[in-house]
């Protein structure tokens, strides 16, 4: 059995895949599950870390100190060269990522109770819209974070082509294939046909008719969620006594996660006393006061997130907001989410119908479109990326690990 491994570093979870035949081919990484949430909590009265799952349960626990969640987002801006403090300690943000995948690298391990030296890594197809040379920059980065994270050697396959390998080592006869992998933070697409007797080629290129994607994803449809109904609560859209609005960037950066922090510097924390002291709803920042004082920042965000998968799963949603000062209930259904995230599914369809034009391929030539990615299950999403083939038939992956599967099967075949 090869000592390569697929790994799928997401925004929101990630996994490591290891081709072994007649066994599933995702490994354990938390608590018997194959998942590891991307979040990593440094514990200032333990003076621990802690990763995933636990990162998380520590953060609400109440434990003080710093949650860090959607490290991907990170890779291609000038964040990734930039650092955070930690307990009262300067760390770069290049660091915290290698830590993250060392922790990835070392939990499958474990459970394989073998080592891992070569890996393929899943990437989107772009990590920034629009500007190659930092989508490469992007890919480098992930190399260079990755070989400090202690693999020797490091290849990358586009996510919706490692899903499409996991989904053609289920069926038994040629389609045309549109995948729709939604992920954490990005929306990425491929058009591939796929069977049984094209599986064993060594070179898949010429079956690949099309790649594309956009940055728009999982956080994002949490972020417009949050500052359609849960911020108005905390005073956006409201106004001072000079008739002008509340600035709406303490917002932005409380619902986009890897801002979050920014709302908690004593900078911040003054601008808003003034503008608390000149607000006509006072009692509304004074909300946004608390929340910050309290860092229950990635609290509100989890709250969001929370949501946005009850109402894409039900159609509606009771939140309880308890950490707000006093409490509050929000009340969410599908028509509210719909309109807070109908601008970024416009952007989604537009990117497939680009791509179905670019692979000059008729929609009616769609054999099959393949969901997958945490974010796949968003209703209008759905609809409008099923609308662009609408004779395909629909088939549901596995949301959260086709791609970890795919790139399995991909270390297995480039390394052996």
Known sequence: MTNACGVDFGTSNSTVGWSRPGQPALL????????LPSAVFFNAEEDETSFGRAALADYLAGYE?????????????????GQTEVLGRALPFRMLLSQFIAELKRRAESTAQRSFDRAVFGRPVHFIDDDANADQLAENTLREIALAAGYREVAFQYEPIAAAFDYE???DREELVLIADIGGGTSDFSLIRLGPKRAGRPARRDDILANGGVHIGGTDFDKYLSLSCVMPLLGLGSRLK????V??????????WHTINLAYTQRAERELQDIHRDAIERDKLGRLLHLIRERAGHWLALRAEEGKIAVSDTGAAELMLDRLSPPQTLSLDREQFDAAVDHLTIAVEKTVRELMRDAGIAPGSVDTVFFTGGSSGVPLLRERIAA????????EGDRFG???AGLALGSARKFG
């Open 242 to 245: 000079s008739n002008n609005e």
């Open 28 to 35: 354990a990484l938390e608590d018997g599950k194959a998942t």
């Open 247 to 256: 600035p709406s960037s303490y917002y932005f950066n409380l619902a986009t």
């Open 65 to 81: 100190g710093r949650l860090m969640r959607s490290l991907k987002s990170l890779l291609g801006t000038s964040l990734i060269e």
């Open 402 to 404: 086709s791609i970890g």
């Open 388 to 395: 662009t083939v609408p004779q395909a038939r629909k088939v």
């Open 169 to 171: 080592s289920h069926i």
